[in-house]
Structures are given as C-alpha cells and as structure tokens.
C-alpha cells in the first residue's frame, strides 16, 4: 500500500469568472492649429486659472479628511468666482477635490504595501540564518541579513511618515508631477535645458478644464465647440475681459476642430445639448495645442460567462506575457481550435511608444477573434501588487531575480486590460477575467504536450491560454481523462480534451489489428499495435482521421479474426 504525502499542497480557492464591465467614459482629441496671438490668449488665461486652482487645492488639503458637506467647497468657490466665473470655479473646486481623493487613495495603497513589505521581512529575520523556522525560509548569511535590517528600519520610517500624513489628512501633493520637479536637479542626465524644463513645468501647470453643463449650448457654456462649423469659444476670466473678440465676455479661436475619431457620438450629445467636458493641452515637446473632449457613457449590461456558454460560441484565450501575448481559440465545449496563436509585445522606449504597440497588439487580438466569430476574449485577471511590494523577498536573490522582478514589473497588466477592455467593447467583444492560479503550471501539464505537433511549436504559455479559455467558458483545467491522442504520423491532428461527455456502447472499440489482418479494400494497412478508435462525433472530433462505420451494440468490429 503506498504511503501516503504528509504535507499535501492544498491548493487555494479559485474565484469565480466574471465579465468586466464596459468603459463609463469615452475622450476624443483634435488639434488647435491656432495662432500665435490666440496661443498667447491661452497661455495667459491657462496660467491664470492655474495659479488660483493651486491655491485652491493647499486650502483644501488644509481642510483634512472631512465629509462632504464640511469641506467648504461653497466658500472656496464663492472667493474663485471673484477672479473667473462661476463655472470656472466649480470645475477648480471640482479639480481640487478629485485631486485630494487621489492623493489620499495614494496614501492608503502605499500603507497597505508598505505592511506588507515589513511583516515579510520581521518573518524571515526571525527565522535563523540559512535555516528554516517551519515554512519560513531564514536569510542565506549574516550580511545579508544586516541589510535586511536596516532596509526594515527604513520602511518602518516611511511607514510612520505614512500614517502620520493619512491621520492628518493632509497629502503631500506636486502640481506638474513629482517626478518632473525632481528632474529639474538632473537636466545632464535627462538631455534637457533651463529653459526646456521651465517651459514643461509651467505647461504642466496650466488650468484650461471646463466641466460640461447639460442643457447648455452644445454642452458646455465656458468652453462650446459649434458641431457644425467646429469653431471653438471660449468664456475668459473676469481680469482677462480685456481680450475678448466677441460678445458676452468670449473669445472665439480662428481654427476649427473635426474630432474624426469618434465623431458621431460627439454630435449625438453635442446636437441634444448634453453634458461634454473639454481640456484645452498644450505639449511643449511638438509646440501644438489640443483639445479634448470627453463625457460619461450610458450604462451597458454585458452577458454574463454562463450565458456567454449556453449561446454556443467561440472563445479566445490571451495570456499575456512580458514580450508577447500567447493566445488560443476554443470551441463552446473547452476544445483548442487550429494552431496556436503569438502576437509579438515589446514594451520598451517611451511611454507614447510603448502604448502604441500594446494598441497595435490588441487591435490584432481583436481582428483575430473577430475573425473566427468569437463572442469574447477571455484573460486573467492580474495584479501584481504583492509581487511590486514583497517581490525581493519572494522573487529569489542576486541578478537573476532582480532581471526576474524587473520583466514582472515591465507586464502592463492593467494598460492592457483598460485598453482590451475599451477597444474590444467597441467591436461588439466581451472581455471574461478570470483567476490567474495555477494557469501556466496546469497548461503546460495538460495541454502543452498534446497540442505540439512536428512542425508548429506550442509553448506553455499557448497552455496557459488554453487553461484561461476553459475556465472563463466553466471547464475545469486538464483534459477529460481516457481521451486517446491521434496518430503522430498524421499531420492534421484534431482537437484534445472533449469536455461533454458522450454516451458511448460497449464494443465500439476494435482489437488491435496485426500485420498479418486481411487489408479491407482501398483502406490503408496499419503497423501492429494500431487501433482504431470510434467517434461517434464525425464532424467535430475526427478531422485527420479514417472514420468507419459503428458496429452493433455488443458486437466487435470486423476484423477477420475468429471471436
């Protein structure tokens, strides 16, 4: 009798898959081709605003962690309306308030990282060196368990600095972006001027947001974009008056905007006078001023995955990758469909570089499932917030983790599921998240070797993929055990993994036919030890093989040997 694994690996619960839900919002952009006269006006009233929208925001962090109704957001407003308008001091106030939020929500994620980094740590300095302290591995020598103390007296600092900010309520925020006004002490390095620099932070700064306003002209009163000609106007602050070139206090540009992408929902809400917001923004890099237009979509209720199941359609599996994205389509019953499927991801040069490729990616993704009339796309829902936090501890030690920890660090986990989720919405696709346990070590276990064929190569990723579908259609990970595998002479080998369980009789099943079985006609002469399986599915699961015809239930197949 064998004997039985003391510590079996219990395996953790699995959660449920779920649909992500479709974009609440959508942001358009177009060119300002303007002038320098009117990109002088915008600069004036960009920086106006600017400066009062900060003041405004160090009164109200000044105001701490409040409800709603104490933030004295009706006061601030009332002093902002005197040096603008009404509506440009709601949309500073609003500013504001979404920006504390922010900033706080910041504070709290940082704390809970920040935690967990310590109690990994204090677990393994309690453990002895190079030895175990039950399931907790001690450090491999005493230097570097020395950095290992002080690296947690110093998280234990910022953990303090932390919680004091979040007591206070009082979040140390940068207007213009921490990372840029640290880069003011590196120009060397960061190939940049004085002036180059000065010229980013102050754009970086500017305030030119008008919150859309339903029932107002074309959606917005400050800044109104006409749907027909596409001219822009806008309301100038009261100091700024003087500007004005029409009537009522605006300023109308010369150019136009077209807004191409996405244009007829734009008309729908701009012609019914429904809310849109427009930013005005400035890239000193190109020297060009855009302006973007957004507003908040309707409610959309997406199928769920059983009903995504009962319809009887295609699903793709991605699972995605640090340099590319592994993909397989299946059938509505688990089953891998053709050959599996690799779109290149390379995440590296700037960040307007790096976006482009992942669009580039999804968008093949996207064309693929269209192609093959699949109803979604199945992926995993990843984060990687342990793994950023504790992943020095876990992630092994020297070289190799660090270059481990930095591809982890490098998967756009969720750029890419925002953008998936966006892009494939609009294609009429449903995006299915589902639990990323165990996916790579399941399909390269189950899948891997029975999907390579001799001259196409199935990684463990393209498992993985396969593993991902499955569970998101609600099919458990490996295959349906007694599935037999085709013959590897064949090239044209047919899916693996039948997930619906077909009735099957007794005796369907043909002896082993010997060299010496009598040829049945045009049929081709097998080796010994061949045998032929019946399926009673010939459309589905006998592609690439010889189908005979089924015998009567009990009977063996004809094989010229006496019973």
């Given amino acids: 009798m064998p004997r039985r694994r003391k510590n079996k690996r219990v395996l953790r619960p699995l959660a449920a898959p779920f649909t992500i839900a479709a974009p609440t919002g959508a942001r358009i952009r177009d060119r300002l081709c303007v002038t320098t006269e009117e990109a002088e006006v915008l600069w004036r009233v960009g920086e106006h605003l600017g400066h009062h929208q900060r003041a405004d925001l160090a009164e109200r962090v000044s105001v701490g962690r409040v409800k709603a109704k104490d933030n004295q957001r009706a006061a601030r407003k009332k002093n902002l309306t ?42 393994r300095l309690a453990a002895p060196c190079g030895k175990r302290a039950g399931k907790t591995r001690g450090y491999a020598d005493q230097a570097e368990r020395y950095e290992k103390q002080r690296r947690l007296q110093i998280l234990t600092a910022r953990l303090t600095v932390v919680e004091d900010r979040i007591e206070s309520g009082r979040p140390s925020i940068v207007v213009g972006g921490r990372r840029l006004a640290q880069l003011r002490h590196n120009l060397e390095k960061a190939e940049l001027t004085v002036e180059e620099w000065r010229q980013r932070w102050v754009a970086e700064r500017l305030f030119l947001t008008a919150d859309g306003e339903s029932g107002a002209p074309f959606g917005n009163y400050t800044i109104s974009v006409h749907p027909e000609t596409g001219q822009v106007s806008i309301v100038l602050p009261e100091p700024l008056r003087q500007l004005v070139n029409a009537p009522r206090g ?31 923004v400035y890239d000193p890099a190109r020297d060009r001023w855009y302006l973007d237009a957004s507003w908040s979509c309707d409610p959309v209720v997406l199928p769920t995955p059983k009903e995504i199941q009962a319809s009887g359609e295609r699903l793709l599996g991605i699972d995605l990758n640090a340099d590319h994205l592994a993909a397989y389509l299946l059938d509505p019953h688990g ?45 995993e829902n990843l984060g990687f917030d342990d793994a950023r936090a504790v992943g020095r501890e876990t992630m092994g030690r020297g070289a190799r983790g660090k270059t481990f920890r930095r591809t982890v660090a490098g998967v756009p986990t969720a750029r890419f599921r925002e953008r998936l989720r966006a892009m494939a919405f609009h294609q009429g696709l449903v995006v299915i998240a589902v639990d990323p346990a165990y996916t790579s070590i399941w399909g390269s276990q189950h899948w891997q070797h029975p999907l390579q064929q001799q001259k196409i190569t199935v990684t463990r990723h393209h498992g993985a993929s396969v593993t991902i579908g499955r569970r998101a259609l609600g099919h458990r990970a490996r295959r349906r055990p007694g599935v037999t595998a085709p013959d590897q002479r064949i090239g044209q080998r047919r899916a693996t993994g039948q997930t619906v369980h077909v009735p099957r009789t007794r005796g369907t ?50 094989t010229g040997q006496p019973r």
């Fill in 82 to 123: 005197a040096v603008s308008s009404s509506r440009w001091a709601g949309a500073m106030t609003r500013a504001s308030q979404d920006q504390y939020q922010l900033s706080m929500r910041v504070l709290f994620d940082e704390r809970a990282c920040l935690r967990r980094a310590i109690r990994t740590i204090s677990r």
């Fill in 250 to 280: 605006r300023y109308n540009l010369a150019c136009t905007v077209a807004f191409s992408h996405r244009r007829e929902e734009w008309l729908d809400r701009a012609m019914a006078n429904r809310a849109v917001r427009y930013d005005i």
């Fill in 509 to 558: 099943v043909s002896p082993p036919r010997t060299a010496g079985t009598p040829n049945g006609g045009d049929k081709t002469r097998l080796r010994q030890g061949d045998q032929l399986t019946l399926f009673p599915d010939l459309e589905d699961r006998s592609r690439g093989h010889r189908t005979t015809s089924c015998p009567d239930s009990g009977e063996l197949a004809t």
């Fill in 335 to 379: 089953n891998p469909i053709g050959d599996p499927i690799t779109v290149p991801l390379e995440m590296s040069g700037p960040a307007s570089t790096r976006d482009g490729r992942l669009r580039a990616a999804v968008t093949e993704l996207i064309r693929i499932a269209k192609e093959h009339s699949c109803a979604g796309i199945a992926v």
